[in-house]
């Protein structure tokens, strides 16, 4: 069972009884990310959530960790281009302790400057560690340049010289006025009660200042189309990403668009997989995904191979986007895509940080809780001719961005190779 509730300062809590298992999960959301930030704060949101748990003022790092470790739990958390999140995973006898936790981490850091400096250059060193990996940098390649001038495209970890910039006032300025109740919520899943967590939550919370309302800075972007990066690196292997723009998260396309997703590259038995690597070998890493958005999405492809096979891959890639414009899927392609996505929908719930996340996600995205059934009859509502029709409207008459990274020199390409 589902419940909601808000508390008078505004913070909102979400609760779902998991009463057969033995855990449960707690997270607490902001509706902020990398791209509600400035392009000089760029990497704030993320350099933050690293400094939230180097300590408090009521526990130092160590002791941060170790109130986790003591139990047998698991505490983390992650910024993405649009919300953060913090969370904890206990036995259910510890889910008190792991709400007074959070709250102590998410209203109380110290900000120390020592730490702050310290963990700068953890941050430094994780941008330079996604530089070192082809299969993260080409993301953030493409992003830059699919949402070039927008705060979408900017890397949610910063970059080395944002990173270094931010001063401590910046850091403060940011967290005060982005960690109010308005911009927070609390999602718990697993075996509770909903009037014992919110309990909890409502003292772990009472001191969470409701503050002023400050909107958040997020221009919708413009997808540029049609336009190549290539980023040289002497790797034994081209890394290759594709892009169209496709539909936001919240509208009710997206499950025409996953399932046209699922056909083309999201399977071991689409069409790209069984294509590109298991009929021809071309490589060993090929799939396809969509990243979508509160106002913006695209669907990429991705693909790593040998640097003289990077321009028969995408002529590949390119012929299989035309052939699904032109005929769309076949019914027996449209019967296993949609099969997938309800299987991997239901087994992926069975955990509680997914039904946790799940809880706040919804929330931010649709403001109410869509009931597993309702997902699964719109998934088995999608039908063939609709697939087509999302096919036709974001591939056709298209020219697809691309990110390269590797020995991009032997990668010799003709305008009409990226042209659908």
């Not at 250059?121 to 493409?142: C, G, H, K, N, S």
């Not at 496709?246 to 294509?275: C, P």
């Not at 693909?303 to 990077?310: I, L, R, Y």
């Not at 809780?369 to 008459?397: D, M, P, W």
Request: hydrophobic share 40%.
């Amino acid at each position: 069972m589902i419940r909601k509730e808000r508390l008078p300062n505004g913070l909102t809590i979400l609760t779902e009884s998991m009463p057969d298992v033995r855990s449960a999960s707690i997270g607490v959301w902001l509706r902020r990310g990398s791209r509600h930030e400035s392009p000089g704060q760029n990497g704030i949101s993320h350099f933050i959530e690293h400094l939230l748990f180097k300590g408090t003022e009521n526990r130092s790092a160590r002791e941060i960790a170790l109130a986790m470790d003591s139990v047998g739990g698991q505490i983390d958390a992650f910024t993405s281009k649009e919300y953060t999140c913090f969370y904890a995973k206990v036995l259910d006898e510890h889910l008190p302790a792991a709400i007074e936790l959070l709250a102590d981490i998410v209203q109380r850091p110290l900000f120390d400057a020592t730490e702050l400096e310290r963990e700068r250059q953890v941050v430094l060193e994780e941008i330079r560690m996604v530089d070192d990996t082809p299969d993260d940098l080409i993301y953030d390649l493409f992003s830059t340049r699919f949402y070039r001038g927008n705060a979408l495209g900017r890397p949610i970890q910063g970059t080395a010289n944002t990173v270094s910039s931010l001063s401590r006032s910046q850091l403060l300025r940011f967290f005060r006025e982005a960690y109010r109740p308005h911009n927070m919520m609390i999602a718990a899943a697993g075996r509770l009660q909903h009037a014992t967590v919110a309990r909890h939550v409502r003292r772990a919370f009472a001191g969470l200042d409701r503050g002023r309302r400050s909107a958040a800075q997020a221009a919708t972007p413009r997808p540029v189309r049609g336009c190549e990066l290539r980023t040289r690196r002497e790797l034994g292997q081209l890394h290759l990403m594709l892009g169209v723009p496709a539909f936001s998260d919240r509208l009710e396309s997206r499950y025409r668009l996953h399932v046209l997703n699922t056909i083309l590259g999201g399977t071991m038995s689409s069409r790209l997989f069984q294509k590109i690597r298991e009929e021809r070998g071309l490589a060993y890493s090929v799939y396809s995904a969509v990243n979508g958005f509160s106002d913006a999405g695209f669907l990429c492809v991705y693909a790593a191979t040998s640097p003289g096979n990077g321009r028969e891959l995408i002529r590949l890639v390119a012929a299989e986007l035309r052939d699904l414009t032109e005929h769309g899927p076949t019914d027996d392609e449209l019967a296993v895509a949609r099969e997938h996505l309800k299987g991997s929908l239901m087994l992926s719930l069975e955990s509680t940080s997914s039904r946790m996340s799940s809880l706040a996600r919804q929330e931010i995205s649709f403001g109410r809780q869509r009931g597993l059934e309702e997902t699964l009859a719109a998934i088995a509502g999608v039908t063939r001719r609709q697939v087509h029709g999302v096919a036709r409207q974001i591939f056709r008459g298209q020219t697809l961005t691309l990110a390269a990274v590797g020995r991009v020199g032997a990668l010799r390409l003709r305008p009409a190779d990226l042209d659908l």
